[in-house]
């Protein structure tokens, strides 16, 4: 499996201070994905990085990818309260739709 | 917000029960999964769908069982519902798209199962 595993497990930050999370991962992958998941949710699809892509951004996420390392870090700016969630990333490998995901960091915003 | 449905949203219910999970999407995507959830841990697979007719298990195993007779709609069952399949029970689909396929799955609110 290329089970993924996220780092740090819990997370608390004041509002306005930026939230960095890591991910790692085993195998070869084809892409990378970015969830999160409000308490007693579904998840919601946040970014994907192809496995050829190093760096994304997408409003205040920007998401890195070092295939080297098998490694990917979510960097969330100026958090805010509303951003307090659980946060998986997921994995799928190549010509396969399925995903495998991470255990998650749970981010907490204090206003 | 997703177009895709689970119902029901909790179930609490008897040892030895059958029961049915249902999800339904209606963005037309041939692609449709259940996932199971222990509070704050990772997602496992348990059965996915890649079109009507066809069904597959994923890498948890689970004794539960799936159909999909219809592009829109995907329901899990147990039949004996035991207090080890308690859960929160979390459904997506994913479309093939145009050109290169896209892998972002789209998840329903899911379904909190107690079995007592």
């Known amino acids: 499996s290329q089970q993924g595993e996220e780092d740090p497990q819990a997370l608390s930050i004041q509002e306005g201070e930026n939230a960095t999370m890591n991910c790692s991962y085993k195998?070869?992958?084809?892409?990378l994905q970015w969830y999160r998941q409000n308490s007693g949710r579904g998840l919601v699809h946040l970014i994907l990085?192809?496995?050829?892509?190093r760096e994304k951004h997408s409003g205040r996420l920007r998401v890195t990818l070092d295939t080297s390392k098998k490694s990917s870090s979510l960097l969330i700016t100026a958090s805010r309260a509303a951003d307090t969630a659980s946060y998986f990333c997921?994995?799928?490998?190549?010509?396969?739709?399925?995903?495998?995901f991470g255990k998650g960091t749970k981010l907490s915003v204090i206003p | 917000e997703a177009d895709i449905y689970q119902t029901p949203r909790y179930l609490v219910i008897g040892t030895g029960k059958k029961i049915t999970l249902e999800c339904s999407q209606t963005?037309?995507?041939?692609?449709m999964y259940w996932y199971q959830q222990d509070p704050g841990m990772e997602l496992h697979l348990i059965h996915y769908?890649?079109?009507?007719?066809?069904?597959e298990k994923g890498d948890l195993s689970s004794e539960s069982t799936v159909s999909r007779i219809r592009t829109e709609h995907f329901p899990l069952t147990l039949e004996s519902a035991r207090p080890s399949h308690t859960s929160q029970y979390l459904c997506?689909?994913?479309?093939?798209?145009?050109?290169?396929?896209?892998?972002?799955?789209?998840f329903g609110p899911g379904t909190r199962l107690t079995v007592t």
């Open positions: 997921a994995s799928s490998g190549a010509g396969s739709y399925q995903l495998t």
């Open positions: 195998t070869s992958i084809n892409n």
């Open positions: 990085i192809r496995s050829n892509e």
């Open positions: 963005m037309g995507h041939d692609k």
């Open positions: 769908s890649y079109g009507v007719n066809s069904t």
């Open positions: 997506a689909s994913s479309s093939q798209g145009q050109g290169s396929p896209t892998y972002e799955q789209y």
